[in-house]
C-alpha cells in the first residue's frame, strides 16, 4: 500500500486548504484513513480520520473548521481545512489501516509522506 499526500502550503489566518490522500496497492486491506499532524517541535497526534462505511471523528480543536471525506472507487480522502489558525501549522501526514489503529491514534500500518501546512500573515 502507497500513501501520496498533496496539497499543503502557505495560507494566511483564515484561509482554506484541502489536503489529499491517494491510496494505490491493496487498498481492500484499508479500512481508515487518517490525518495526523505534527506541529514543530511536538510530537505527532491524530486530527481526523474516517472509516470505509464513512463515519469521521474530528480532534476537539479542529471540529466545525476541518471536514474529512473520501471517495472508495477513486481510492482517495481530503481533509478540507477551514478558518486555519496559525496553530494549525504542521507537517500533515496521511495514514492508514485498520480501525483500531488509525481512529485509536497509533496509527495503521502505512503512512504517506508528510505536507507542510503554514498558516501566517
Known amino acids: 500500500v502507497q500513501l501520496q499526500a498533496s496539497g499543503g502550503g502557505l495560507v494566511q489566518p483564515g484561509g482554506s486548504l484541502r489536503l489529499s490522500c491517494e491510496v494505490s496497492?491493496?487498498?481492500?486491506?484499508?479500512?481508515?484513513v487518517g490525518w495526523y499532524r505534527q506541529p514543530s517541535g511536538t510530537g505527532r497526534y491524530l486530527v481526523a480520520s474516517?472509516?470505509?462505511?464513512?463515519?469521521?471523528n474530528y480532534v476537539d480543536s479542529v471540529k466545525g473548521r476541518f471536514t474529512i471525506s473520501r471517495d472508495n472507487a477513486k481510492n482517495t480522502v481530503w481533509l478540507q481545512m477551514n478558518s486555519l489558525k496559525p496553530e494549525d501549522s504542521a507537517v500533515y501526514y496521511c495514514?492508514?489501516?485498520?480501525?483500531?489503529?488509525?481512529?485509536?491514534?497509533?496509527?495503521?500500518?502505512?503512512w504517506g509522506q508528510g505536507t507542510q501546512v503554514t498558516v501566517s500573515s
Open positions: 474516517i472509516t470505509r462505511s464513512g463515519s469521521a
Open positions: 496497492g491493496s487498498v481492500f486491506s484499508i479500512n481508515a
Open positions: 495514514n492508514a489501516g485498520s480501525d483500531a489503529a488509525v481512529i485509536g491514534g497509533t496509527g495503521g500500518g502505512y
